[in-house]
Structure formats: structure tokens, C-alpha cells
């Protein structure tokens, strides 16, 4: 029997039009975060790939000699350019301005160190200082996923649609903190509260990496034909010094090794639409090894046989990174992906350098340096990326517009950089026109006081190492 109050196309309507009243009081879909970013989410992936120092100018013969295959892929089915950057040429300012797409006093990440208001202290600067929305953050509240791994100032780990996995949360050098340091704290046999975001992902992750400080002989031989007593030596080294070139070698393996693991773990159990993976051992390898690569332009003395053994050293450096590269490409389905790599600035010889005879710090080791701001490199491949177009200068502002607007986003104004549309295909740019907001960061908040880590102390002796303060 039919109902008076509610004929049948009464009670459709009803329903209907209750499904659309309390729809949006569910919990939030895919698809209503879509609606409720405003733009139509681009269905691709992006992966930023970050090598500290990388250069052309190391790069160039390795290519043609064929022994690059992943970057090569990558320039053939994309653009390649030369990426200029900023002077002073310190990487967290870097770094922090290609994740912002701002200028250093902009987003407050201007050093290697900060000091504690109201202390004589000094920290590492954290990532409740950065004044601005970074990369992940835009991202993350634009309806995508994100994943992020050993990005200068990222401790504390932020709270994103993904994960984070911070420049602290290296766990092969957690051993050599409290062996080094003699520190006795429990608490340094657990994550640190920051380290890593979701917290859980810290138990899965310590699993996939390597926990002791010892390395594979295997490995540390792909670099130089070391003796068996050489690598002896490496294996029993404890402590990071800028005297010793082969503790650069094994600190720079065993923090790339670890983010990697680490970063190949987590982007294959999340799958997220933007993933970015901060290394940093080639910059310390150029540093230190750059006489071998280049002794002819250098006065002093460099004994033969010190040549023989590490005159490949960076070269290795250089294809073992690519070797990580192509780990992390074969998670993604081609069609699919956009692939960025950059790096900070470029490296080259300094003959003032690296002699050993002077006794101020930097200068005592560096003999590749980076203080004139050479070029870094720049690899746009993939999806809507033309392939082998001219693209004109670009700089390390133009990052973050580039890949907001490959994500279909719009642009702030406050961002000086540009959107490096000579790189991206017509068809793309018709459909997602280049947008413009006054500012992605409206009422970001941010801290003065920086958060302090229990491995602040040894991160501040590195940098100290390395010549970078006082």
C-alpha cells in the first residue's frame, strides 16, 4: 500500500535530499577534501630528488662515458638546466628556500645554528622556526599525500597527510651518538619525541636499516682500492673528524645509507603523491677529495700513490648516488611521475686550499669548495615535462612555484621565483593556467625558540668539523 504522506517519488526526493544535507557532516573522503581544496587535484606523482653539491662539471664526462644510466634516463625524456642559487652558499638557507619558494630572511632558516633566546645558547634551527608554509605543508592541506626524509629543519617532524621522516631520525648514526658521546640515557635506545612522523613508523623503519657503525667492506671498497688494513682502519673509526678524510667517507655512507633505507621503506608503504629525499655525503666527499679528482691544478705536493687510491673516490660517490637514484625510480610507474633532482650549488677546485699547511679550519681540508656559488644542477623528467625543450636560467626560488603549479596550485605572490614553463607541455599548462595567491602562509605559526634535541651537541661538533662555525 502506497503511503499518503510519502508517494514514491517523495520518499526519493527525501532521501536525496537527506544524503545531501548530512554529507558533509561524514567523515572527509578523497573526494570532499578535493571539493573543499578548491582545484582540481592533478592525479600524478612527484618525486624531488636533493643531492648536496651535486655539479655538471662532474657529472658531464660521467654521462657521456655512460656510467650515470638513471640521470641519463631522466635528461633524455626531460630538461636538464643549470640551477643558480644564493650566496652565502649554506645549506639549510638553501634547502629551505627551494621547500618554500621564499628568500632566507623570509623564511628564517638563515644558518647552521641559532641562538636560545634569553640564553647564551646556541641549537640547530628547527622546523617550528621556518615563517612559512613549506612544499609539504601546502601540499598536505591541498588534499595530497606527502612523504619526506632528511630535509634540513625538519625536527620536530611536522603533522602531514603522509609521513616525515626528519633530519634527525637517522638511525645509523643513533649507535655512534651514544658511543661517541658516552651518553647513557635510555632515551637515546628510543625515538626521540619529533624524530619521525607517524610515531609508529619508527619501529618499522629501525628494522629496515643498518643499526651499527661498522660498513660492509664491500661497499667501502667501491670507492677506492682499499687494503684490508685500510679498511680495517675505516670499520674502527668512531668519531666524525675533518683531519681524517676516510671518517668523511664512512659518516657521508652511513647517513646516505640509512636515509635511504629508511626513505625506500616508508615511500613504498605510503605511496605518497609528493615524496622528496634529502643526501648529503657527496657535498663532504668533494670537500675532501677534490685535490684527487683535480691534482694538476693544485701547487703543492700531493704524493702519487694518495692520487692513485682516492682519484676516483668522488666519481664513485657520484655513481653511487645514482645507483640510489634508480632505487627510488623503480616504485614509480613512469606514466605517472614527474621527477625533479636539484642540488644546493655546484663544487669546484680551490688550489689555496686543502694544502695542509694552514691551520684555521676550513681551509685546512677544502680543497673543492663552493664559496663563489657555482651553478647546482637541475632535472625536470616525466609527466607533462617536455622533453629535450631549452629552458632559460633558473634558480632555486623557482622550485616551489614549479611544482605547485605541476600540482595544479596556485602560486603566492610572496614567492620571487617562477613557474619554469618553457620545462612543462602545452596541453598541461591549457588546462591548469599558471594561478595566483597573495600567500600559501596566512596566519602560519612559527616560534623564535628553537627545539632542542638530544643530538644537537654532536651535529653542532660536525658542522664545527667541517668548518662551517666557530
Not at 660521467?62 to 640521470?71: C, I, Q, S, T, V
Not at 617550528?128 to 599525500?145: P, Q, T
Not at 602531514?160 to 648514526?173: E, K, L, P
Not at 626513505?263 to 622528496?276: C, E, I, Q, S, V
Request: proline share 6%; hydrophobic share 40%.
Amino acid at each position: 500500500m502506497r503511503s499518503k504522506l510519502f508517494p514514491r517519488q517523495g520518499v526519493l526526493f527525501f532521501i536525496l535530499a537527506l544524503l545531501f544535507i548530512f554529507a558533509p557532516l561524514s567523515g572527509c573522503s578523497k573526494d570532499s577534501r578535493e571539493k573543499n581544496t578548491g582545484h582540481e587535484k592533478v592525479q600524478r606523482k612527484i618525486f624531488l630528488f636533493g643531492l648536496d653539491g651535486a655539479s655538471w662539471r662532474v657529472m658531464d664526462p660521467l654521462l657521456k662515458e655512460g656510467r650515470l644510466p638513471h640521470f641519463a634516463k631522466l635528461i633524455e625524456n626531460g630538461v636538464r638546466a643549470n640551477l643558480k642559487t644564493l650566496k652565502p652558499t649554506h645549506s639549510p638557507r638553501i634547502w629551505n628556500t627551494m621547500a618554500t619558494g621564499v628568500l632566507p630572511e623570509v623564511h628564517g632558516i638563515e644558518s647552521f645554528i641559532v641562538e636560545v633566546p634569553g640564553s647564551r645558547e646556541t641549537a640547530l634551527p628547527s622546523s617550528n622556526m621556518r615563517k612559512v608554509k613549506a612544499l609539504w605543508n601546502i601540499f598536505s592541506e591541498s588534499g595530497y599525500s606527502v612523504g619526506v626524509v632528511g630535509w634540513w629543519a625538519s625536527f620536530p617532524a611536522e603533522v602531514v597527510n603522509g609521513f616525515i621522516i626528519s633530519d634527525h631520525a637517522n638511525y645509523s648514526r643513533k649507535k655512534i651518538y651514544k658511543d661517541v658521546l658516552s651518553l647513557t640515557e635510555k632515551g637515546m635506545d628510543r625515538p626521540e619525541e619529533g624524530e619521525i612522523y607517524p610515531p609508529k613508523l619508527h619501529g618499522e623503519i629501525a628494522g629496515s636499516v643498518n643499526m651499527h657503525a661498522e660498513l660492509d667492506p664491500g661497499l667501502i671498497k667501491r670507492f677506492a682500492d682499499f687494503p684490508p688494513d685500510k679498511i680495517a682502519e675505516i670499520q674502527g673509526i668512531q668519531a666524525f673528524s675533518r683531519d681524517n678524510k676516510l671518517s668523511v667517507l664512512k659518516f657521508g655512507l652511513l647517513n646516505d645509507e640509512s636515509f635511504t633505507a629508511s626513505g625506500l621503506y616508508a615511500l613504498k608503504k605510503y605511496g605518497p603523491d609528493f615524496f622528496t629525499i634529502y643526501l648529503n655525503g657527496l657535498d663532504a666527499m668533494e670537500h675532501h677529495f677534490w685535490k684527487y679528482l683535480e691534482p694538476e691544478k693544485y701547487s703543492i705536493h700531493i704524493p702519487e700513490e694518495e692520487i692513485l687510491l682516492y682519484e676516483n673516490a668522488i666519481i664513485n660517490y657520484y655513481i653511487y648516488m645514482d645507483e640510489a637514484l634508480g632505487k627510488f625510480l623503480a616504485i614509480y610507474p613512469e606514466e605517472e611521475t614527474t621527477v625533479v633532482v636539484v642540488s644546493d650549488h655546484g663544487h669546484e677546485a680551490n688550489p689555496l686550499h686543502g694544502t695542509g699547511g694552514e691551520e684555521i679550519g676550513y681551509a685546512r681540508f677544502a680543497s673543492g669548495y663552493h664559496d663563489n656559488a657555482p651553478d647546482g644542477i637541475l632535472i625536470l623528467s616525466g609527466t607533462d615535462i617536455k622533453k629535450g625543450a631549452h629552458l632559460k636560467a633558473a634558480s632555486v626560488l623557482d622550485i616551489t612555484p614549479t611544482l605547485l603549479a605541476l600540482m595544479g596550485l596556485p602560486v603566492g605572490e610572496d614567492m620571487p621565483g617562477r613557474v619554469l614553463v618553457d620545462a612543462i607541455g602545452k596541453d598541461f599548462l591549457d588546462s591548469h593556467a599558471v594561478r595566483k595567491i597573495p600567500t600559501h602562509s596566512k596566519d602560519w605559526k612559527h616560534s623564535d625558540k628553537p627545539v632542542r634535541s638530544k643530538e644537537d651537541d654532536f651535529l653542532k661538533s660536525k658542522l664545527k668539523a667541517l668548518g662551517y662555525i666557530q
